[in-house]
Protein backbone atom coordinates (compact mmCIF):
# COMPACT_ATOMS: atom_id res chain seq x y z
CA UNK A 1 0.00 0.00 0.00
CA UNK A 2 1.04 3.38 -0.90
CA UNK A 3 1.44 5.97 1.97
CA UNK A 4 1.84 9.84 1.96
CA UNK A 5 5.44 11.53 2.97
CA UNK A 6 2.96 13.52 5.20
CA UNK A 7 -0.76 13.86 5.60
CA UNK A 8 -1.34 16.92 3.51
CA UNK A 9 -3.14 17.88 0.31
CA UNK A 10 -0.14 19.11 -1.33
CA UNK A 11 1.69 15.87 -0.62
CA UNK A 12 -1.50 13.89 -2.15
CA UNK A 13 -1.59 15.92 -5.53
CA UNK A 14 2.26 15.75 -6.29
CA UNK A 15 2.24 11.83 -5.29
CA UNK A 16 -0.82 11.21 -7.42
CA UNK A 17 0.06 13.47 -10.37
CA UNK A 18 3.83 11.70 -10.77
CA UNK A 19 2.87 7.89 -9.49
CA UNK A 20 -0.33 7.48 -12.46
CA UNK A 21 0.41 10.54 -14.94
CA UNK A 22 -1.28 9.22 -17.90
CA UNK A 23 -3.80 7.54 -16.28
CA UNK A 24 -7.52 8.47 -16.38
CA UNK A 25 -8.57 9.97 -13.10
CA UNK A 26 -11.66 12.13 -12.89
CA UNK A 27 -14.37 12.57 -15.70
CA UNK A 28 -18.18 12.79 -17.08
CA UNK A 29 -19.33 8.95 -18.88
CA UNK A 30 -18.65 8.79 -21.93
CA UNK A 31 -16.22 11.35 -21.98
CA UNK A 32 -12.65 11.95 -22.32
CA UNK A 33 -11.59 12.30 -18.95
CA UNK A 34 -8.62 14.20 -17.07
CA UNK A 35 -5.25 12.39 -16.60
CA UNK A 36 -3.82 12.42 -13.56
CA UNK A 37 -0.93 15.09 -14.88
CA UNK A 38 -3.86 17.09 -16.32
CA UNK A 39 -5.37 16.75 -12.72
CA UNK A 40 -1.95 18.20 -11.26
CA UNK A 41 -1.67 21.13 -14.31
CA UNK A 42 -5.23 22.39 -13.99
CA UNK A 43 -5.03 22.25 -10.02
CA UNK A 44 -1.53 24.13 -10.81
CA UNK A 45 -3.11 26.85 -12.91
CA UNK A 46 -6.67 27.50 -10.53
CA UNK A 47 -3.92 27.70 -7.55
CA UNK A 48 -2.24 31.06 -9.64
CA UNK A 49 -5.62 32.24 -10.68
CA UNK A 50 -6.40 32.36 -6.47
CA UNK A 51 -2.97 33.83 -5.44
CA UNK A 52 -3.32 36.77 -7.98
CA UNK A 53 -6.89 37.24 -6.61
CA UNK A 54 -5.14 37.69 -2.94
CA UNK A 55 -5.95 33.91 -1.76
CA UNK A 56 -3.46 33.22 1.00
CA UNK A 57 -2.75 30.51 3.24
CA UNK A 58 -6.06 29.91 6.02
CA UNK A 59 -8.28 32.08 3.56
CA UNK A 60 -12.06 30.41 2.65
CA UNK A 61 -12.62 29.07 -0.66
CA UNK A 62 -16.44 28.62 -1.11
CA UNK A 63 -17.11 25.66 -3.92
CA UNK A 64 -20.81 25.57 -5.11
CA UNK A 65 -21.20 23.27 -8.04
CA UNK A 66 -22.68 19.82 -9.06
CA UNK A 67 -20.15 16.34 -9.13
CA UNK A 68 -17.72 17.42 -11.94
CA UNK A 69 -14.42 16.99 -12.78
CA UNK A 70 -13.30 20.37 -11.94
CA UNK A 71 -14.76 20.03 -8.35
CA UNK A 72 -12.16 17.47 -7.92
CA UNK A 73 -9.34 19.73 -9.11
CA UNK A 74 -10.78 22.80 -7.14
CA UNK A 75 -10.92 20.87 -4.18
CA UNK A 76 -6.97 19.58 -3.93
CA UNK A 77 -5.69 23.23 -5.62
CA UNK A 78 -7.61 25.10 -2.56
CA UNK A 79 -6.65 23.00 -0.35
CA UNK A 80 -2.89 21.98 -1.39
CA UNK A 81 -2.00 25.70 -1.61
CA UNK A 82 -2.91 25.83 2.68
CA UNK A 83 -6.69 27.88 1.97
CA UNK A 84 -9.47 26.01 3.11
CA UNK A 85 -12.17 24.96 1.27
CA UNK A 86 -15.58 25.18 2.03
CA UNK A 87 -18.27 23.10 -0.06
CA UNK A 88 -21.45 23.85 -0.11
CA UNK A 89 -24.28 21.32 -1.03
CA UNK A 90 -26.70 22.27 -3.72
CA UNK A 91 -29.79 20.91 -1.66
CA UNK A 92 -29.49 24.26 0.24
CA UNK A 93 -31.74 27.53 -0.57
CA UNK A 94 -30.14 30.38 -1.73
CA UNK A 95 -31.04 31.90 1.78
CA UNK A 96 -28.89 28.98 3.54
CA UNK A 97 -26.12 29.31 0.97
CA UNK A 98 -25.38 33.00 1.61
CA UNK A 99 -25.78 32.40 5.37
CA UNK A 100 -22.89 30.04 4.83
CA UNK A 101 -21.06 32.28 3.01
CA UNK A 102 -21.54 35.04 5.40
CA UNK A 103 -20.39 32.55 8.44
CA UNK A 104 -17.94 30.72 6.50
CA UNK A 105 -16.59 34.26 5.65
CA UNK A 106 -15.41 33.01 2.18
CA UNK A 107 -12.83 35.49 -0.10
CA UNK A 108 -13.54 33.89 -2.92
CA UNK A 109 -16.23 31.52 -4.45
CA UNK A 110 -15.98 29.29 -7.51
CA UNK A 111 -18.97 28.23 -8.73
CA UNK A 112 -20.46 26.11 -11.59
CA UNK A 113 -23.02 27.85 -14.59
CA UNK A 114 -25.96 25.33 -13.39
CA UNK A 115 -25.70 26.77 -9.94
CA UNK A 116 -25.05 30.60 -10.00
CA UNK A 117 -28.97 31.21 -10.25
CA UNK A 118 -28.35 30.43 -6.39
CA UNK A 119 -26.30 33.51 -5.41
CA UNK A 120 -28.28 36.39 -6.70
CA UNK A 121 -29.43 37.35 -2.83
CA UNK A 122 -26.69 39.77 -1.25
CA UNK A 123 -23.39 38.70 -0.83
CA UNK A 124 -21.28 39.15 2.40
CA UNK A 125 -18.75 41.94 2.40
CA UNK A 126 -16.00 39.56 2.84
CA UNK A 127 -16.61 37.70 -0.43
CA UNK A 128 -14.43 39.64 -2.91
CA UNK A 129 -14.11 37.64 -5.76
CA UNK A 130 -15.86 34.61 -8.07
CA UNK A 131 -14.53 31.79 -10.20
CA UNK A 132 -16.06 30.17 -13.12
CA UNK A 133 -16.09 26.60 -11.94
CA UNK A 134 -16.78 25.36 -15.42
CA UNK A 135 -13.55 27.20 -17.01
CA UNK A 136 -11.56 27.59 -14.37
CA UNK A 137 -11.91 31.72 -14.83
CA UNK A 138 -12.78 34.57 -13.25
CA UNK A 139 -16.36 36.50 -13.02
CA UNK A 140 -18.14 39.41 -12.53
CA UNK A 141 -19.61 39.21 -8.45
CA UNK A 142 -21.52 41.95 -9.47
CA UNK A 143 -22.99 39.95 -12.48
CA UNK A 144 -23.88 36.76 -10.15
CA UNK A 145 -25.41 38.92 -7.41
CA UNK A 146 -27.69 41.14 -9.22
CA UNK A 147 -28.34 38.83 -12.56
CA UNK A 148 -27.18 35.94 -12.33
CA UNK A 149 -25.11 36.09 -15.72
CA UNK A 150 -21.87 35.35 -15.63
CA UNK A 151 -19.46 38.11 -17.21
CA UNK A 152 -15.80 36.83 -17.65
CA UNK A 153 -13.60 39.40 -15.86
CA UNK A 154 -10.27 40.23 -17.49
CA UNK A 155 -7.51 38.60 -15.81
CA UNK A 156 -5.20 41.52 -16.88
CA UNK A 157 -4.32 44.48 -14.05
CA UNK A 158 -4.87 41.41 -11.08
CA UNK A 159 -2.68 41.84 -8.08
CA UNK A 160 0.45 40.10 -8.30
CA UNK A 161 0.32 37.92 -5.28
CA UNK A 162 1.23 34.50 -7.04
CA UNK A 163 4.76 35.57 -7.55
CA UNK A 164 5.81 34.41 -3.78
CA UNK A 165 7.04 30.73 -2.88
CA UNK A 166 3.95 29.32 -1.58
CA UNK A 167 4.60 28.15 1.91
CA UNK A 168 3.49 23.99 2.15
CA UNK A 169 0.47 23.50 4.38
CA UNK A 170 0.84 21.50 7.54
CA UNK A 171 -1.12 18.39 8.47
CA UNK A 172 -2.93 19.68 11.56
CA UNK A 173 -3.80 23.12 9.35
CA UNK A 174 -7.53 23.63 8.72
CA UNK A 175 -8.30 22.13 5.68
CA UNK A 176 -12.05 22.18 5.23
CA UNK A 177 -14.93 23.68 6.94
CA UNK A 178 -17.87 21.56 5.97
CA UNK A 179 -21.77 22.79 6.56
CA UNK A 180 -24.01 19.51 7.87
CA UNK A 181 -27.53 19.55 6.38
CA UNK A 182 -28.38 17.36 9.36
CA UNK A 183 -32.12 16.09 10.56
CA UNK A 184 -32.29 18.71 12.93
CA UNK A 185 -32.55 21.28 11.39
CA UNK A 186 -29.45 22.95 12.79
CA UNK A 187 -26.26 22.88 10.34
CA UNK A 188 -22.97 23.55 11.91
CA UNK A 189 -19.52 24.19 10.76
CA UNK A 190 -17.39 21.03 10.77
CA UNK A 191 -13.78 22.14 11.21
CA UNK A 192 -11.57 19.17 9.29
CA UNK A 193 -7.32 19.22 8.99
CA UNK A 194 -5.39 18.02 6.47
CA UNK A 195 -4.28 15.21 8.72
CA UNK A 196 -7.95 14.32 9.98
CA UNK A 197 -9.42 13.72 6.31
CA UNK A 198 -6.44 11.92 5.05
CA UNK A 199 -5.56 10.04 8.16
CA UNK A 200 -9.39 8.07 7.43
CA UNK A 201 -8.09 7.62 3.44
CA UNK A 202 -5.07 5.54 5.19
CA UNK A 203 -7.17 3.91 7.71
CA UNK A 204 -10.00 3.05 5.12
CA UNK A 205 -7.62 1.54 2.91
CA UNK A 206 -6.85 -0.47 5.53
CA UNK A 207 -9.98 -2.68 5.42
CA UNK A 208 -10.47 -2.20 1.44
CA UNK A 209 -8.01 -1.34 -0.75
CA UNK A 210 -8.27 -0.05 -4.27
CA UNK A 211 -5.97 -0.15 -7.06
CA UNK A 212 -5.56 1.70 -9.89
CA UNK A 213 -7.25 -0.92 -12.49
CA UNK A 214 -10.94 0.17 -10.26
CA UNK A 215 -13.41 2.40 -12.03
CA UNK A 216 -15.97 4.48 -9.62
CA UNK A 217 -19.10 5.74 -10.78
CA UNK A 218 -20.01 8.91 -8.20
CA UNK A 219 -23.68 9.24 -7.91
CA UNK A 220 -23.85 10.70 -4.34
CA UNK A 221 -22.71 14.57 -3.33
CA UNK A 222 -19.17 15.12 -3.13
CA UNK A 223 -19.55 18.13 -0.34
CA UNK A 224 -20.64 15.26 1.49
CA UNK A 225 -17.52 14.05 2.85
CA UNK A 226 -18.76 10.51 2.66
CA UNK A 227 -18.33 10.97 -1.01
CA UNK A 228 -15.37 13.65 -1.13
CA UNK A 229 -13.34 10.77 1.43
CA UNK A 230 -13.94 7.32 0.28
CA UNK A 231 -15.82 8.07 -3.41
CA UNK A 232 -13.39 10.72 -4.61
CA UNK A 233 -9.73 11.15 -2.32
CA UNK A 234 -9.05 7.30 -2.07
CA UNK A 235 -9.71 6.78 -5.86
CA UNK A 236 -7.32 9.82 -6.11
CA UNK A 237 -4.74 8.21 -3.92
CA UNK A 238 -4.59 4.79 -5.36
CA UNK A 239 -4.68 5.79 -9.15
CA UNK A 240 -8.11 4.58 -10.01
CA UNK A 241 -10.38 6.58 -12.37
CA UNK A 242 -13.63 8.32 -11.32
CA UNK A 243 -16.60 9.57 -13.36
CA UNK A 244 -19.63 11.46 -13.20
CA UNK A 245 -22.53 11.94 -14.50
CA UNK A 246 -23.62 15.33 -16.13
CA UNK A 247 -27.75 14.94 -15.35
CA UNK A 248 -29.47 14.00 -12.27
CA UNK A 249 -29.23 9.96 -11.09
CA UNK A 250 -32.37 8.37 -12.56
CA UNK A 251 -33.07 4.90 -13.87
CA UNK A 252 -32.75 6.16 -17.30
CA UNK A 253 -29.51 8.04 -17.01
CA UNK A 254 -28.22 5.61 -14.55
CA UNK A 255 -28.42 2.19 -16.13
CA UNK A 256 -26.45 3.63 -19.49
CA UNK A 257 -24.16 5.15 -17.72
CA UNK A 258 -22.95 1.60 -15.52
CA UNK A 259 -23.34 -0.06 -18.76
CA UNK A 260 -20.73 2.60 -20.09
CA UNK A 261 -18.55 2.38 -17.40
CA UNK A 262 -18.72 -1.02 -15.93
CA UNK A 263 -17.79 0.11 -12.64
CA UNK A 264 -15.82 -1.99 -9.80
CA UNK A 265 -16.94 0.09 -7.32
CA UNK A 266 -19.55 2.47 -5.99
CA UNK A 267 -21.15 4.17 -2.86
CA UNK A 268 -24.65 4.75 -2.14
CA UNK A 269 -26.84 5.46 -0.03
CA UNK A 270 -29.47 2.99 1.85
CA UNK A 271 -32.87 4.48 0.30
CA UNK A 272 -31.08 3.87 -3.49
CA UNK A 273 -30.56 -0.18 -3.06
CA UNK A 274 -33.79 -0.44 -1.44
CA UNK A 275 -35.95 1.44 -3.94
CA UNK A 276 -34.68 -1.42 -5.68
CA UNK A 277 -35.58 -3.66 -4.14
CA UNK A 278 -38.99 -2.78 -3.38
CA UNK A 279 -39.59 -1.93 -7.10
CA UNK A 280 -37.99 -4.47 -8.60
CA UNK A 281 -37.62 -7.77 -6.48
CA UNK A 282 -40.52 -7.78 -4.34
CA UNK A 283 -43.29 -7.18 -6.10
CA UNK A 284 -42.25 -10.33 -8.31
CA UNK A 285 -41.93 -12.01 -5.57
CA UNK A 286 -45.49 -11.36 -3.78
CA UNK A 287 -47.21 -10.77 -7.49
CA UNK A 288 -49.57 -13.84 -7.30
CA UNK A 289 -50.87 -16.46 -4.61
CA UNK A 290 -48.71 -18.90 -5.89
CA UNK A 291 -45.63 -16.52 -5.28
CA UNK A 292 -46.57 -15.20 -1.97
CA UNK A 293 -47.41 -19.28 -1.41
CA UNK A 294 -43.28 -20.44 -2.66
CA UNK A 295 -41.90 -17.36 -0.96
CA UNK A 296 -43.25 -18.62 2.62
CA UNK A 297 -40.34 -21.48 1.85
CA UNK A 298 -37.07 -19.64 3.17
CA UNK A 299 -35.00 -22.26 0.43
CA UNK A 300 -37.40 -20.37 -2.37
CA UNK A 301 -36.43 -17.32 -0.83
CA UNK A 302 -32.79 -17.89 -1.41
CA UNK A 303 -33.28 -19.37 -4.82
CA UNK A 304 -35.29 -16.39 -5.81
CA UNK A 305 -33.48 -13.55 -4.27
CA UNK A 306 -30.12 -15.56 -6.20
CA UNK A 307 -32.13 -15.16 -9.49
CA UNK A 308 -32.58 -11.67 -8.74
CA UNK A 309 -29.36 -10.20 -7.55
CA UNK A 310 -27.86 -11.67 -11.01
CA UNK A 311 -29.89 -9.50 -13.07
CA UNK A 312 -29.34 -6.37 -10.90
CA UNK A 313 -26.52 -7.44 -10.75
CA UNK A 314 -25.59 -7.21 -15.12
CA UNK A 315 -27.13 -4.38 -14.83
CA UNK A 316 -24.97 -2.81 -12.66
CA UNK A 317 -21.96 -3.80 -15.55
CA UNK A 318 -21.26 -6.58 -13.97
CA UNK A 319 -17.89 -6.04 -12.77
CA UNK A 320 -18.58 -4.59 -9.39
CA UNK A 321 -16.66 -5.94 -6.34
CA UNK A 322 -17.39 -3.21 -3.87
CA UNK A 323 -20.79 -2.12 -3.22
CA UNK A 324 -20.44 0.53 -0.52
CA UNK A 325 -23.69 1.39 1.58
CA UNK A 326 -23.43 4.51 4.22
CA UNK A 327 -25.50 7.53 5.48
CA UNK A 328 -28.24 5.80 7.69
CA UNK A 329 -29.43 1.75 8.56
CA UNK A 330 -30.30 -0.28 5.75
CA UNK A 331 -33.69 -2.18 6.17
CA UNK A 332 -33.31 -5.93 7.43
CA UNK A 333 -35.34 -7.23 4.40
CA UNK A 334 -33.18 -5.38 1.68
CA UNK A 335 -29.89 -6.91 3.49
CA UNK A 336 -31.16 -10.20 3.75
CA UNK A 337 -31.37 -9.86 -0.22
CA UNK A 338 -28.23 -8.99 -0.87
CA UNK A 339 -26.85 -11.54 1.44
CA UNK A 340 -28.87 -14.17 -0.29
CA UNK A 341 -27.97 -12.83 -4.03
CA UNK A 342 -24.30 -12.70 -2.81
CA UNK A 343 -24.09 -9.16 -3.91
CA UNK A 344 -20.59 -7.51 -2.51
CA UNK A 345 -21.69 -5.03 -0.40
CA UNK A 346 -20.22 -3.55 2.41
CA UNK A 347 -22.09 -1.32 5.38
CA UNK A 348 -20.31 1.37 6.94
CA UNK A 349 -20.68 4.11 9.82
CA UNK A 350 -19.01 7.66 10.19
CA UNK A 351 -19.75 10.89 10.79
CA UNK A 352 -18.84 14.15 9.40
CA UNK A 353 -17.08 15.27 12.54
CA UNK A 354 -15.37 11.92 12.40
CA UNK A 355 -13.79 12.32 8.01
CA UNK A 356 -16.20 10.38 8.04
CA UNK A 357 -15.25 6.51 8.57
CA UNK A 358 -15.33 4.84 12.26
CA UNK A 359 -16.07 1.63 11.03
CA UNK A 360 -16.44 -1.01 7.96
CA UNK A 361 -15.18 -4.01 6.59
CA UNK A 362 -15.16 -5.57 2.93
CA UNK A 363 -17.96 -7.61 1.68
CA UNK A 364 -16.55 -10.67 2.49
CA UNK A 365 -16.92 -10.07 6.25
CA UNK A 366 -20.54 -8.25 6.26
CA UNK A 367 -22.44 -9.32 9.19
CA UNK A 368 -26.33 -9.47 9.09
CA UNK A 369 -27.45 -5.73 10.35
CA UNK A 370 -24.09 -4.62 11.44
CA UNK A 371 -21.60 -1.86 10.21
CA UNK A 372 -18.58 -3.68 10.83
CA UNK A 373 -15.12 -3.21 12.74
CA UNK A 374 -13.79 -0.18 14.16
CA UNK A 375 -10.97 1.28 11.62
CA UNK A 376 -7.39 0.35 12.34
CA UNK A 377 -5.79 3.51 13.72
CA UNK A 378 -8.94 4.68 15.06
CA UNK A 379 -10.99 4.00 18.60
CA UNK A 380 -14.19 2.94 19.34
CA UNK A 381 -15.85 2.50 22.76
CA UNK A 382 -19.16 2.34 24.72
CA UNK A 383 -20.08 4.89 26.94
CA UNK A 384 -21.54 3.21 30.16
CA UNK A 385 -23.65 0.14 28.41
CA UNK A 386 -26.43 -1.01 29.23
CA UNK A 387 -25.50 -4.36 31.89
CA UNK A 388 -28.52 -6.14 30.06
CA UNK A 389 -28.58 -5.42 26.52
CA UNK A 390 -24.88 -3.91 25.98
CA UNK A 391 -25.89 -0.61 24.29
CA UNK A 392 -24.67 2.98 25.17
CA UNK A 393 -23.32 6.32 23.20
CA UNK A 394 -20.60 5.26 20.58
CA UNK A 395 -17.57 7.47 21.48
CA UNK A 396 -14.62 7.96 18.90
CA UNK A 397 -11.14 8.64 19.60
CA UNK A 398 -8.12 8.76 16.45
CA UNK A 399 -6.79 11.28 13.85
CA UNK A 400 -9.96 11.42 11.99
CA UNK A 401 -12.00 13.44 14.81
CA UNK A 402 -12.38 17.05 13.91
CA UNK A 403 -11.02 20.12 15.65
CA UNK A 404 -14.17 21.23 16.39
CA UNK A 405 -16.96 23.33 15.01
CA UNK A 406 -16.37 26.77 13.88
CA UNK A 407 -17.34 29.35 15.56
CA UNK A 408 -18.58 27.31 18.02
CA UNK A 409 -16.42 26.29 21.11
CA UNK A 410 -19.08 25.73 23.55
CA UNK A 411 -20.88 23.34 20.88
CA UNK A 412 -17.51 21.84 20.68
CA UNK A 413 -16.97 21.56 23.86
CA UNK A 414 -20.15 19.79 24.62
CA UNK A 415 -19.30 16.92 22.24
CA UNK A 416 -16.22 15.82 24.00
CA UNK A 417 -15.58 13.96 27.06
CA UNK A 418 -13.37 15.11 29.54
CA UNK A 419 -10.59 12.90 28.53
CA UNK A 420 -11.00 13.88 24.55
CA UNK A 421 -13.40 11.12 23.00
CA UNK A 422 -15.76 12.17 21.25
CA UNK A 423 -19.64 11.83 21.34
CA UNK A 424 -21.27 10.25 18.40
CA UNK A 425 -24.98 11.12 19.74
CA UNK A 426 -25.86 7.20 18.36
CA UNK A 427 -26.52 4.10 20.30
CA UNK A 428 -24.55 0.78 19.57
CA UNK A 429 -23.97 -2.13 20.67
CA UNK A 430 -20.43 -4.10 20.46
CA UNK A 431 -20.32 -7.53 19.74
CA UNK A 432 -17.58 -9.79 21.52
CA UNK A 433 -15.71 -9.95 18.03
CA UNK A 434 -16.12 -5.81 17.65
CA UNK A 435 -18.50 -6.05 15.30
CA UNK A 436 -20.41 -2.43 15.95
CA UNK A 437 -24.33 -2.66 15.46
CA UNK A 438 -26.28 0.88 15.96
CA UNK A 439 -29.18 1.30 17.96
CA UNK A 440 -30.43 4.60 16.75
CA UNK A 441 -29.89 8.61 17.43
CA UNK A 442 -30.18 9.32 20.89
CA UNK A 443 -32.10 12.63 20.32
CA UNK A 444 -34.50 9.94 18.89
CA UNK A 445 -35.04 7.51 21.49
CA UNK A 446 -38.36 7.67 23.50
CA UNK A 447 -39.19 6.87 26.66
CA UNK A 448 -42.06 4.94 27.16
CA UNK A 449 -44.56 5.71 30.48
CA UNK A 450 -42.77 2.37 32.02
CA UNK A 451 -39.30 3.27 31.73
CA UNK A 452 -37.94 1.06 28.68
CA UNK A 453 -36.19 2.72 25.74
CA UNK A 454 -38.01 2.68 21.93
CA UNK A 455 -35.85 3.11 18.99
CA UNK A 456 -37.95 4.85 15.85
CA UNK A 457 -35.68 3.38 13.59
CA UNK A 458 -35.92 -0.19 14.67
CA UNK A 459 -40.12 0.24 13.88
CA UNK A 460 -39.55 2.35 11.04
CA UNK A 461 -38.00 -0.77 9.91
CA UNK A 462 -40.92 -3.62 10.56
CA UNK A 463 -42.97 -0.88 8.62
CA UNK A 464 -40.69 -0.13 5.55
CA UNK A 465 -40.54 -4.14 5.13
CA UNK A 466 -44.54 -3.83 4.02
CA UNK A 467 -44.99 -4.65 1.02
CA UNK A 468 -47.05 -1.73 -0.10
CA UNK A 469 -44.57 1.29 1.92
CA UNK A 470 -42.07 3.09 0.36
CA UNK A 471 -40.76 5.23 3.67
CA UNK A 472 -42.11 6.39 7.10
CA UNK A 473 -41.67 8.15 10.16
CA UNK A 474 -42.27 7.28 13.63
CA UNK A 475 -42.38 9.88 16.73
CA UNK A 476 -43.80 10.21 19.97
CA UNK A 477 -46.72 13.12 20.26
CA UNK A 478 -48.73 13.58 23.24
CA UNK A 479 -47.92 10.46 24.79
CA UNK A 480 -48.55 7.99 21.72
CA UNK A 481 -46.47 6.73 19.47
CA UNK A 482 -47.64 7.96 15.71
CA UNK A 483 -46.25 6.87 12.31
CA UNK A 484 -46.47 8.74 9.44
CA UNK A 485 -46.00 6.72 5.82
CA UNK A 486 -45.60 7.43 2.73
CA UNK A 487 -47.17 4.48 0.35
CA UNK A 488 -46.45 3.01 -3.35
CA UNK A 489 -49.82 4.35 -4.73
CA UNK A 490 -49.11 2.70 -7.91
CA UNK A 491 -48.87 -0.94 -5.99
CA UNK A 492 -51.87 -0.19 -3.89
CA UNK A 493 -54.16 0.03 -6.86
CA UNK A 494 -52.52 1.56 -10.33
CA UNK A 495 -55.74 1.42 -12.13
CA UNK A 496 -57.53 4.03 -9.37
CA UNK A 497 -54.14 6.05 -9.53
CA UNK A 498 -54.49 6.81 -13.24
CA UNK A 499 -58.07 7.03 -13.01
CA UNK A 500 -57.85 9.47 -10.64
CA UNK A 501 -55.30 11.44 -12.87
CA UNK A 502 -57.33 11.21 -15.89
CA UNK A 503 -60.72 12.32 -14.34
CA UNK A 504 -58.90 15.21 -12.75
CA UNK A 505 -56.75 16.28 -16.13
CA UNK A 506 -60.23 15.98 -17.73
CA UNK A 507 -62.01 18.36 -15.05
CA UNK A 508 -59.44 20.62 -15.73
CA UNK A 509 -59.80 20.45 -19.33
CA UNK A 510 -63.67 20.54 -19.44
CA UNK A 511 -63.33 23.86 -16.99
CA UNK A 512 -61.35 25.59 -19.71
CA UNK A 513 -62.74 24.66 -22.47
CA UNK A 514 -66.42 25.76 -20.77
CA UNK A 515 -65.08 29.13 -19.65
CA UNK A 516 -63.95 30.02 -22.89
CA UNK A 517 -66.85 28.52 -24.94
CA UNK A 518 -68.94 30.17 -22.47
CA UNK A 519 -67.43 33.66 -22.61
CA UNK A 520 -67.15 32.94 -26.55
CA UNK A 521 -71.18 32.56 -26.57
CA UNK A 522 -71.98 35.39 -24.28
CA UNK A 523 -69.85 38.33 -26.13
CA UNK A 524 -71.53 36.65 -29.56
CA UNK A 525 -75.06 36.45 -27.34
CA UNK A 526 -76.09 33.61 -29.47
CA UNK A 527 -79.72 32.13 -29.14
CA UNK A 528 -78.07 28.84 -27.72
CA UNK A 529 -76.60 30.45 -25.24
CA UNK A 530 -78.56 29.60 -21.93
CA UNK A 531 -78.53 25.83 -23.24
CA UNK A 532 -74.93 25.71 -23.58
CA UNK A 533 -74.86 27.06 -19.76
CA UNK A 534 -77.21 24.68 -18.43
CA UNK A 535 -75.28 21.93 -20.68
CA UNK A 536 -72.12 22.62 -19.49
CA UNK A 537 -72.68 23.23 -15.48
CA UNK A 538 -74.28 19.82 -15.80
CA UNK A 539 -71.58 18.27 -17.63
CA UNK A 540 -69.27 20.56 -15.53
CA UNK A 541 -70.89 19.31 -11.97
CA UNK A 542 -71.13 15.59 -13.36
CA UNK A 543 -67.50 15.67 -14.13
CA UNK A 544 -66.28 17.09 -10.63
CA UNK A 545 -69.01 14.46 -8.93
CA UNK A 546 -67.27 11.85 -10.44
CA UNK A 547 -63.76 13.31 -9.79
CA UNK A 548 -64.55 13.18 -6.22
CA UNK A 549 -66.23 10.09 -5.92
CA UNK A 550 -62.87 8.04 -7.19
CA UNK A 551 -61.00 10.26 -5.00
CA UNK A 552 -63.28 9.67 -2.24
CA UNK A 553 -62.77 5.32 -3.23
CA UNK A 554 -59.05 5.23 -3.79
CA UNK A 555 -58.91 7.58 0.15
CA UNK A 556 -61.01 4.13 1.52
CA UNK A 557 -58.83 1.91 -0.28
CA UNK A 558 -55.49 3.78 1.27
CA UNK A 559 -57.31 3.98 4.89
CA UNK A 560 -58.17 0.23 4.63
CA UNK A 561 -54.88 -0.88 3.84
CA UNK A 562 -53.42 1.59 6.63
CA UNK A 563 -54.66 -0.25 8.86
CA UNK A 564 -54.01 -3.78 8.09
CA UNK A 565 -50.30 -2.31 7.96
CA UNK A 566 -50.64 -1.42 11.34
CA UNK A 567 -52.48 -4.23 12.32
CA UNK A 568 -49.11 -6.21 10.37
CA UNK A 569 -46.70 -4.34 11.96
CA UNK A 570 -47.86 -4.17 15.81
CA UNK A 571 -47.95 -8.06 15.90
CA UNK A 572 -44.12 -7.68 15.27
CA UNK A 573 -43.56 -5.28 17.93
CA UNK A 574 -43.47 -5.13 21.74
CA UNK A 575 -45.89 -4.19 23.90
CA UNK A 576 -44.26 -0.43 24.51
CA UNK A 577 -43.28 -0.25 20.88
CA UNK A 578 -46.48 -1.06 19.52
CA UNK A 579 -47.94 1.71 16.74
CA UNK A 580 -51.34 3.87 18.03
CA UNK A 581 -52.02 6.09 15.31
CA UNK A 582 -50.86 5.44 11.72
CA UNK A 583 -51.24 8.56 9.57
CA UNK A 584 -50.71 8.45 5.32
CA UNK A 585 -47.67 10.88 4.51
CA UNK A 586 -48.94 11.52 1.18
CA UNK A 587 -45.63 13.40 -0.85
CA UNK A 588 -42.21 11.96 -0.08
CA UNK A 589 -40.42 13.01 2.91
CA UNK A 590 -38.04 15.91 2.91
CA UNK A 591 -34.02 14.56 2.95
CA UNK A 592 -30.73 15.68 3.48
CA UNK A 593 -28.57 14.67 0.83
CA UNK A 594 -27.54 11.10 2.34
CA UNK A 595 -31.80 10.70 1.93
CA UNK A 596 -32.21 10.69 5.51
CA UNK A 597 -35.41 11.86 6.16
CA UNK A 598 -35.33 15.55 7.72
CA UNK A 599 -37.63 14.64 10.75
CA UNK A 600 -37.84 18.00 12.58
CA UNK A 601 -39.84 19.24 10.00
CA UNK A 602 -42.38 16.75 10.93
CA UNK A 603 -42.33 16.90 14.54
CA UNK A 604 -43.15 20.15 14.32
CA UNK A 605 -46.12 19.63 12.52
CA UNK A 606 -48.01 18.11 15.37
CA UNK A 607 -46.60 20.11 17.91
Same mark, same amino acid.
Given at each position: ??????????????????????????????? #??????????????? =????????? @??????????????????? &?????????????? %?????????????????????????????????????????????????????? @???????????? #??????????????????????? %????? =?????????????????????????? *????? *??????? +????? &????????? /??????????????????? %???????????????????????????? %???????????????????????? $??????????????????????????? +????????? $????????????????????????????????????????????? +???????????? /??????? &????????????????????????????????????? $????????????? +???????????????????????????????????????????????????????????????????? @?????? #??????????? #????? @?????????????????????????????????????????? /???????? $?????????? *??
Amino acid at each position: MTLLKEMTFRALLEHSTKEHASRPALGYVGH #QPLTYEGVGKEAGRL =TDLLRAQGV @SRGDRVALLSQNMPNWGVA &YLAITSMGAVVVPI %LIDFTPHEIAKILTHSEARTILVSEKQAHKLQLSLPNTLKRAIWLDELSEISLG @SLELSGQVVPVE #QKGLAEQGTGKLQPPAEDDLAAI %LYTSG =TTGNPKGVMLSHKNILSNVINTLGIQ *DVTHE *DRLLSVL +PLPHT &YECTIGFLI /PFLRGASVYYLDKLPTPTV %LLPAMEKVKPTMMLTVPLIIEKVYQNKV %LPKLTGSLVMRALSKSRGFQKFFH $KMAGKKIYKAFGGQLHFFGIGGSKLSA +PTERFLRDA $KFPYAIGYGLTETSPLLAGCGPHLTRFQSTGFCLPGQELKILDPD +PSTGEGEILAKG /PNVMMGY &YKEPELTKDVFTNDGWFRTGDLGVLDEDGFLYIKGRI $KNVIISSTGENIY +PEDIEAVINSERHVLESLVYEWKGKLVARVHLNYEEIDKRYHEIREAAGKNYRDFKDSAGKNYQGLKD @SAGKNY #QDFKDSAGKNY #QELKD @SAHQLYEQMQERVRERLEKIQQRVNTRLNRFSRLSVIEEQSE /PFEKTPTK $KIKRYLYKEK *DS
